[in-house]
């Protein structure tokens, strides 16, 4: 059975940055794409980056534009968990954040453009504060 955890979230002022980890059990990295959703109160789900499990030469990270230059995903195949760095903080950050996973990385950076629509393993977030 596949489970994801997630956990780093908190209270962080505005400026500041958290590192959320998603360890998953059941499965292993390699062979399976892993994405990082939000969502905000009273809105849509919202994809913000995917990694393959497999290096490839033209990148196998794919951050949404919106965040590209504040967020970071990565991997640790030998901790069984994947990474979301998010640097510079604001209060429109203020989330839960999902991570997910499938077979499949071109159904993952599909499901990053479709608020992770068809995608069937979740874990169950880790809520992120930003206020001062």
């Known amino acids: 059975q596949v489970q994801l955890v997630e956990s780093g979230g908190g209270l962080v002022r505005p400026g500041g940055s958290l590192r959320l980890s998603c360890t998953a059990s059941g499965l292993t990295l390699r062979g399976n794409a892993f994405g990082w959703f939000r969502q905000a109160p009273g809105k849509e789900r919202e994809g913000l980056a995917c990694i393959s499990s497999i290096p490839s030469s033209d990148g196998s990270e794919y951050p949404v534009p919106s965040v590209k230059d504040r967020f970071t995903i990565s991997r640790d195949n030998y901790r069984n968990t994947v990474y979301l760095q998010m640097n510079n903080l604001q209060p429109e950050d203020t989330a839960v954040y999902y991570c997910?996973?499938?077979?499949?990385?071109?159904?993952?950076?599909?499901?990053?453009?479709?608020?992770?629509?068809?995608?069937?393993?979740w874990g169950t977030g880790t809520a992120v504060t930003v206020s001062a």
């Open positions: 997910a996973t499938s077979r499949s990385m071109n159904h993952m950076v599909t499901a990053i453009g479709d608020n992770g629509n068809g995608i069937y393993n």
